[in-house]
Each structure stands twice: as C-alpha cells, then as structure tokens.
C-alpha cells in the first residue's frame, strides 16, 4: 500500500502540468480565455442600428453610447442616440440631442431628417417642414424616405382643419445608416 503513494504523487504532479482545464472546449457556453483586443469587436454603431431594426431600443442606445465612446460624439453616433431615445419616447432628449446632432455634421441628411421626425411628433409641424426640406435639399432628393416625410409634413402643415390636439401617432421606420421613415395613418 505504501509502495503505491509515489505513483500517486507522481500521477497528481503530472496531470497538474497540463492544461486540460486552461484550453477552450468547442461547444462551451463560457467565453473564451485569452486577451481581447478592442480592434476585432463589432463596430457599435453597426451594433445600434441593427438592434434599432430589431426594436431592441435601450440595447441601441447603450450601443450608440459605446460607439460615441469610440468615435466622439460625431453626428452620426448622434443621430443614432437621438432616434433611439426618440423610439424611447424621450421627445425633449431626442430633440436636444439630433438638434446638436446637426450642429456636428451640417451636411449629414440622417440627422436632419431625423430631427424632422421628432418635431412631427411634437407637433411642431411647421419647422418640422423647414428641417424636411433641409435635409432633402442636402440629399439630393435621392431618399424616398425623406421625401415622403417631406410630403406628409406639407400636407399635414397645410390642412387648414388641423387643430393640433389629434391624437395622431406617427410611426418611425428604420431605413439603415441612421435613416428612417415617418409614416402617417391613412
């Protein structure tokens, strides 16, 4: 019996060189070990938008945090934040934050049309018009998006009947690249 004891000592010592533990199965729920460099993750603005397109909101919001963590606060990481909030129904914070949006990029149509979106919401229809126009003179007119956003806010600030106290929601559509459409009941 006692002969047996080194050759158990032996066999402990040397199943405890190897790494049978330390190496990655495949088919394991946990993560795998090893460094992680920032460099090979997912873009979160590709992130947000996608999870915007699933209707997973908060999730895009935090994404767009990430990315403005990333890249700054660039017009396109807020656009992004601003449509999240605004799908969140945070109007005041989707308003201020597209608003400083088009303060960033000037020139970026998304954030220009988005911030259209939020004023239709808020029923402030006829700036609504001004930013539309804004942001289809800045495309081009090459989005139907924004040109038919375009078209349901004249047609909504020219309906003299229009009182202002309908209780209309309006629909926001993911487009892609931070575009989205506004879409009006029939």
Not at 50 to 62: C, K, N, T
Not at 78 to 106: C, D, F, H, N
Not at 167 to 184: A, K, M, Q, V
Request: net charge negative; hydrophobic share 40%.
């Amino acid at each position: 019996m006692t002969r047996f004891i080194p050759l158990v000592l032996l066999i402990s010592a040397l199943a405890a060189c190897g790494q049978a533990g330390l190496t990655t199965k495949s088919g394991s729920p946990y993560a795998p070990r090893g460094n992680f460099d920032p460099a090979d993750s997912v873009d979160g603005l590709i992130v947000g938008h996608r999870l915007m397109a699933a209707g997973e909101y908060d999730l895009a919001l935090e994404a767009y945090y990430r990315a403005a963590g990333q890249y700054g606060l660039t017009a396109d990481t807020l656009s992004g934040i601003g449509s999240a909030q605004l799908m969140l129904g945070r109007l005041g914070q989707a308003e201020t934050t597209l608003r400083q949006a088009v303060k960033e990029g000037s020139d970026f149509p998304e954030a220009w049309n988005n911030l259209g979106v939020v004023l239709m919401e808020r029923n402030q229809t006829a700036e609504a018009v001004q930013v539309f126009r804004q942001a289809y003179a800045l495309d081009s007119g090459e989005s139907d998006s924004i040109r038919d956003n375009l078209r349901g806010a004249i047609a909504k600030n020219e309906d003299l009947s229009y009182d202002g106290q309908s209780e209309t929601r309006f629909d926001l559509i993911g487009r892609g690249n931070g575009s989205y459409l506004l879409l009006t009941p029939s």
